[in-house]
């Protein structure tokens, strides 16, 4: 079992940056990819990165390419969004999540957090 808590959300203007934070509970943080997806009002819920298990491969929505970056820190159990340049319509609620088969699909993860609110103001 792994439990995920995300921090680090708020209110920003556009242009600015945030860092996302996930704290993972359980020793077993390495085995599983981990993502980032966020949720909008009214939308459904969207891949924003992955990496895998290992840290070596990292993923990007193409709306978000060049501007976030995911990253992890094993010796913390915890995975990052770093976000810059931020826009509008980056305005959603940002989940985490891991799973033993990753990917860009909800599918492929067994474990969410229960978000944070991003909102960036124009």
């Known amino acids: 079992q792994v439990q995920l808590v995300e921090s680090g959300g708020g209110l920003v203007q556009a242009g600015g940056s945030l860092r996302l934070s996930c704290a993972a509970s359980?020793?077993?943080?390495?085995?599983?990819?981990m993502a980032w997806f966020r949720q909008a009002p009214g939308k459904e819920r969207e891949f924003v990165a992955t990496i895998n298990s290992s840290g070596g491969s990292t993923y990007y929505a193409g709306s978000v390419k060049g501007r976030f970056t995911i990253s992890t820190d094993n010796g913390k159990n915890t995975v990052y969004l770093q976000m810059h340049s931020l826009k509008s319509e980056d305005t959603a609620v940002y989940y985490c999540a891991a799973g033993a088969y990753g990917g860009r699909m909800y599918s492929g993860y067994d474990y969410w957090g229960q978000g944070t609110q991003v909102t960036v103001s124009s």
């Open positions: 359980g020793r077993t943080f390495r085995r599983y990819a």
